[in-house]
Every structure is written in structure tokens, then in C-alpha cells.
């Protein structure tokens, strides 16, 4: 069975530091993607960065990058010099195998970024 | 506006009573999904669809029921509300060409 593991309920960083969000993954298919959703207080899912397992770079957007080690099976979102908005709740997700690709969510990472 | 909508945004029903959530995408995509959003935790599927006239169960489909006679809309209908659909309900779609999913902005449904 796939699954998503996130094991940090909470978390807290200082305001223009880097953190690291923890996703954990288990799945027998080759191929699959990643992904990283913020959800802020205000409800909406917002769509951050995507790693395909084939893909040999890890996957960067900006200020968020996916540290992807295939053979940990650890798909970590670092965001980089953290800014008050940041504050949300982090979904880490994976693509099933099957034309519909769907996803499979993890229970997320509540980040709390301090001034 | 292009995106993905969501109709009502709010909803508060009662035990046994039919809803229906809306779910209306621009950008012509042929998956659209259903995912409900229970307190503290992740998100997850309910119904997809990989285009017109074609949808599947997911993970929680029970007391549920989709269609999709149009690319752009899939409604999710509660038949007979029970307390325990009371979610937050997201609704998404994703090209063919793309794993990424973009989502609604969801309904919060409450069940009296």
C-alpha cells in the first residue's frame, strides 16, 4: 500500500532561518511524484513544488526546495530564510500509480514562524 | 475568471437531507477529484473522474455520489447527510500532461 508519513505535528523556526519539513514515502511502483501543499489559516491549498522519481535534480522554487533521497524514500521540503508568512500547514503528498495519478496526503506539519 | 470554483462556499444542512457541492474548472482539464478535509487531518479522496461520463471511487466514497456530463463541472452530492460528512470538501483537477493537482478553495459543510 502507498502511503505518507509526516512525523513533525508541529513545528517552529525563527523568522529568516532555514527549516526542514519531513515527509517519509512507501510505495513498490517505479514511478510516482511528490509534492508539497501549504495550506495557510485561511483554508486554501496552495500547490509549492513537485519531484518526479526520475527526476535526477532535486526540485527548487524559489525560497522551497525538495530534498529528494530516493533510497530513504524522504521527499523533505527545505524552506529557505523564512518569512512570517510562511506560518501554515504543510501537506506532503504522492501520486498513485493508474492514469488517474491520484494523490495520497500525508496528516501534515503545522510551521510556526516567530518574529 | 480562469481556475477552479467551488459552490457554496459555505453549507449547513441538516441529518438526511440532499446537497449538492459544486465543483467548475476553466482550464479544460480532463481529471477532476474530490477530497474531504477532516480537523487536524490530511486530505482525502473521495470520487475522481479522467473525463466526461467517467468517474471512480476512492478512498471514501460511501455515502456519496458524482457525475460529469460536462468537462468543466463535477458535482458531489450527499444523498442523505449524516453528521459524520461534516468535512471541509475540496475539489480539484489536474491536465493530462501533469501529475500537479490545483485545488479549489473548498466548501465546509456542516451537518446538523
Known amino acids: 500500500a502507498q502511503k505518507i508519513t509526516q512525523t513533525q505535528p508541529g513545528m517552529f523556526v525563527q523568522e529568516k532561518e532555514a527549516v526542514t519539513l519531513d515527509c517519509t514515502y512507501d510505495?513498490?511502483?517505479?514511478?510516482?511524484?511528490l509534492f508539497w501543499y501549504k495550506q495557510p489559516s485561511s483554508g486554501e491549498m496552495i500547490f509549492l513544488i513537485y519531484?518526479?522519481?526520475?527526476?535526477?535534480q532535486n526540485a527548487t522554487e524559489g525560497r522551497y526546495s525538495l530534498n529528494f533521497q530516493k533510497a530513504r524514500k524522504s521527499a523533505n521540503l527545505v524552506i529557505s530564510a523564512s518569512q512570517l508568512g510562511d506560518s501554515a500547514m504543510y501537506f506532503c503528498a504522492m501520486s498513485l500509480s493508474g492514469s488517474a495519478r491520484q494523490l495520497t496526503f500525508g496528516s501534515g506539519t503545522q510551521l510556526t514562524v516567530l518574529p | 475568471d480562469a481556475g477552479i470554483t467551488q459552490s457554496p462556499r459555505y453549507k449547513i444542512t441538516e441529518t438526511g437531507r440532499q446537497v449538492t457541492l459544486m465543483c467548475h474548472q476553466t482550464?479544460?482539464?480532463?481529471?477532476m477529484f474530490w477530497y474531504r478535509q477532516d480537523l487536524g487531518h490530511g486530505l482525502r479522496l473521495i470520487y475522481y473522474s479522467a473525463a466526461a461520463d467517467i468517474t471512480d471511487k476512492g478512498e471514501v466514497p460511501d455515502g456519496y455520489v458524482v457525475s460529469r456530463s460536462k468537462t468543466e463541472n463535477f458535482p458531489l452530492t450527499l444523498e442523505s447527510a449524516t453528521r459524520s460528512q461534516t468535512s471541509v470538501y475540496f475539489c480539484?483537477?489536474?491536465?493530462?500532461?501533469?501529475?500537479?493537482?490545483?485545488f479549489g478553495p473548498g466548501t465546509r459543510l456542516t451537518v446538523l
Open positions: 480539484a483537477s489536474r491536465g493530462t500532461n501533469t501529475d500537479t493537482q490545483y
Open positions: 510505495t513498490s511502483d517505479p514511478s510516482y511524484g
Open positions: 482550464w479544460s482539464h480532463s481529471y
Open positions: 519531484q518526479g522519481s526520475y527526476d535526477q
